[in-house]
């Protein structure tokens, strides 16, 4: 499996970007999806969770009401809209199947994660 995120950048607080994860080696379609992040010094955490179908999403309330996952099976893409960032919103993010109601990576495979930086 490989998982390849793009789009972070630096942003000033209040901006936004969008992430993506380009996926290949799975079933893209059959697999429940996530974001996760870890800042500078800190435990890997969740992010957001989308059903395989996309009927269902999950958000951390960290980032519930600003950010927004959604995927497209067709290109085998998952995304994260994100808005109104934060000061701690400042990690690497990453790509994951993900196991749905436990919120935790369904394996160890993490791929390459992309920087978000944001300037206070």
């Given at each position: ?9 630096l ?21 429940n ?7 500078p010094g ?17 958000y951390?309330?960290?980032v ?11 290109k ?11 000061y ?12 749905w ?20």
């Amino acid at each position: 499996v490989q998982l390849q995120a793009s789009g972070g950048g630096l942003v000033p607080a209040g901006g936004s970007l969008r992430l993506s994860c380009v996926t290949s080696g799975t079933t893209f379609s059959s697999r429940n999806m996530g974001w996760f992040r870890q800042a500078p010094g800190k435990q890997r955490e969740f992010v957001a969770a989308i059903l395989w179908d996309g009927r269902s999403t999950y958000y951390d309330n960290s980032v519930k009401g600003r950010f927004t996952i959604s995927r497209d099976n067709a290109k085998n893409t998952l995304y994260l809209q994100m808005k109104n960032l934060k000061y701690d919103d400042t990690a690497i993010y990453y790509c994951a199947i993900t196991v749905w109601g436990s919120w935790k990576p369904d394996s160890n495979i993490w791929g390459q994660g992309t920087e978000v930086t944001v300037s206070s």
